[in-house]
């Protein structure tokens, strides 16, 4: 583009007495144009002098100064232009244009090289909006893919934690009738066959329970049937309600653990999720450790609350005569009291005057 522009000066400006000082004027910006692109500023300060010599050494001075004031400081452009204007004025005072006088001249290269210093910092400024803009949708982006890590990752902590308390529900429900058929040989071949089945279905349960679980913590993409991904899988499994209370205390019963119920809660089927499955969670971890640590023994199990006030979960049962050392012990009811913190509320589990007894209440919201 220099090149041409200088073409076209020099044509217009032929019948002028120093053609040969413009000839070699427009080659020598010819030549050093490619400085302009790789060493703006450079290039700018070289071209400069050859405007003051001839006006066909305009078009590279000009296109100089914009190049430095697109891609320099404002500081360094603000010096070439100034070098730019002092070199037109030389050009001015020497070879006068006929057409114009020199004040307005001035005025007119005054304003050309403000433009192109007011263009270039511009151009400047929108690049580097558009470079910022772009890197913040980058790490948009990559903050969106973290979070829905996280997401997923605590989702799957939730499950697990949820199968570690069915789990051990049920594995302690299995205990108790192996148990009673090591400790009753001999029950009647009916009573023992019983047992057994129910110890075979209640292993076939727990297994198909754990299965589920590993299959969805190796699953780093899970996919529906129509390959969108999809993240209802983590509620494969209906969340548990107050309602299931009482078929809860009925397995316990089948086990021969004497479970007494004091329902006073108002309405049980309007207590939100959060706030049922967790006092679900509570009286499914208190009658699995009355299993574990006092077989037999009874267990009171008592439900206070009404919209707009707490639930109140409280569980007792009478000390174990023996010690009992079971692996994970205490486990559960550490993760039962972040739980039961997660949903806002308070746990306590104390042993008092021969008696265990955890006291928890939830929020419930009106």
Known sequence: ??????????????????????????????VLAPLLVW????????????????????????AGTLQVARRCRFSLAAAVAAVGFAAHVAQGAWRPNGGISLGWWLLLIALAHGALLG???????????????????????????RRVAEARIAERHRIAREMHDVLAHRLS????????MEYRPDSSPERLAGAAGVVRAGVHQALDELREVVTLLRDDDPRTADGETSDVRADYRPQPALTDIPRLIGESRETGTP????????????????????????????LTNARKHACGQPVVV????????????E???????????????????IGLTERVHLAGGQLDHRADDGEFRVHAWIPWPA
């Open 173 to 180: 429900l299995l205990a108790t009738f192996a148990g009673a």
């Open 39 to 62: 060493r703006p500023a450079v290039g700018a300060l070289v071209v400069a002098p050859l405007a003051a010599l001839s006006p066909v050494g305009s078009p590279a001075a000009t």
């Open 315 to 333: 569980i007792r049962n009478p000390l174990g005569t023996e010690p009992v050392v079971t692996p994970g012990a205490g486990v559960g009811l």
């Open 259 to 286: 479970v007494q119920l004091r329902d006073e809660v108002d309405d049980p089927s309007t207590a939100p999720t959060v706030t049922a499955r967790t006092a679900y969670r509570i009286v499914q971890e208190g």
């Open 119 to 145: 263009w270039g910092a511009w151009a400047q400024a929108r690049a580097a909006l558009i470079r910022s803009l772009r890197d913040r949708a980058r790490r948009a982006e990559a903050e969106q893919g």
């Open 302 to 313: 008592t439900l206070r609350g009404r919209p707009g006030a707490r639930l109140v979960v």
């Open 1 to 30: 583009m220099t090149g041409g522009l200088n073409a076209l000066t020099i044509w217009g400006g032929w019948n002028g007495g120093h053609r040969g000082l413009d000839l070699a004027v427009g080659l020598l910006s010819w």
